[in-house]
T-cell receptor, first 119, second 116 residues
Framework: AQKVTQAQTEISVVEKEDVTLDCVYE???????LFWYKQPPSGELVFLIR??????QNEISGRYSWNFQKSTSSFNFTITASQVVDSAVYFC????????????????FGKGTHLIIQP | DAGVTQSPTHLIKTRGQQVTLRCSPK?????VSWYQQALGQGPQFIFQ???????QRGNFPDRFSGHQFPNYSSELNVNALLLGDSALYLC???????????????FGPGTRLTVT
């Protein structure tokens, strides 16, 4: 069975600080997909990034960066120079490929990390 | 381009009743997944529909059932409601293009169900 652990329940930092959200996953599949979603107070989940299990290259998008390490089964998310608008609950999720036809299916989510950015 | 829409926004039901939630996928999407998110928890996968059939199912009892229509919209039905069914129900859509399904799922705003 697959599992996602986000050990940090809540993180509070002052604006402009860097912050890293941790994600550790478990899966028996060799092909899988990892995701990060943001859930603002409005409730709608916003897709941030997808990473395939066979691509360990780290990615940077503006102030956001992701560090994928298969050796430690981790997929951590760093926000540089945080802003108040970054305040939200962030979820890490995992999906295993079904096989023929490609694509990924039902997501397994962690419990989320509530990020509070104080002005 | 309309995103994923869900109705109703909020719903209050009594224990033992039945409820139907509705979802319209993002334009061009043909696959719909349903998730249950209890307060303070991450979403849990209920099931996924493609070509009007249930393609994958999470660990939910048979009280949870669904349907997908030819226009790709979907319904989630929950029978014999329990207090523990109170949650935010999220619908997500994805698509199949050039023989490959999208990996990203786009979520709707959810339906907040309260069972009293």
């Amino acid at each position: 069975a697959q599992k996602v652990t986000q050990a940090q329940t809540e993180i509070s930092v002052v604006e402009k600080e860097d912050v890293t959200l941790d994600c550790v996953y478990e899966t028996r599949d060799t092909t899988y997909y990892l995701f990060w979603y943001k859930q603002p107070p409005s409730g709608e989940l916003v897709f941030l990034i997808r990473r395939n299990s066979f691509d360990e290259q780290n990615e940077i998008s503006g102030r956001y960066s992701w560090n994928f390490q298969k050796s430690t089964s981790s997929f951590n998310f760093t926000i540089t120079a945080s802003q108040v608008v970054d305040s939200a609950v962030y979820f890490c999720a995992l999906s295993e490929a079904l096989g023929s036809g490609g694509g990924a299916d039902g997501l397994t989510f962690g419990k989320g990390t509530h990020l509070i950015i104080q002005p | 381009d309309a995103g994923v829409t869900q109705s109703p926004t909020h719903l209050i039901k009594t224990r033992g009743q039945q409820v139907t939630l509705r979802c319209s996928p993002k334009s061009g999407h043909d696959t719909v997944s349903w998730y249950q998110q209890a307060l303070g928890q991450g979403p849990q996968f209920i099931f996924q529909y493609y070509e009007e059939e249930e393609r994958q199912r999470g660990n939910f009892p048979d009280r949870f059932s669904g349907h997908q229509f030819p226009n790709y919209s979907s319904e989630l039905n929950v029978n014999a409601l329990l207090l523990g069914d109170s949650a935010l129900y999220l619908c997500a859509s994805s698509f199949l293009s050039a023989g490959v399904r999208s990996y990203e799922q786009y979520f709707g705003p959810g339906t907040r169900l309260t069972v009293t």
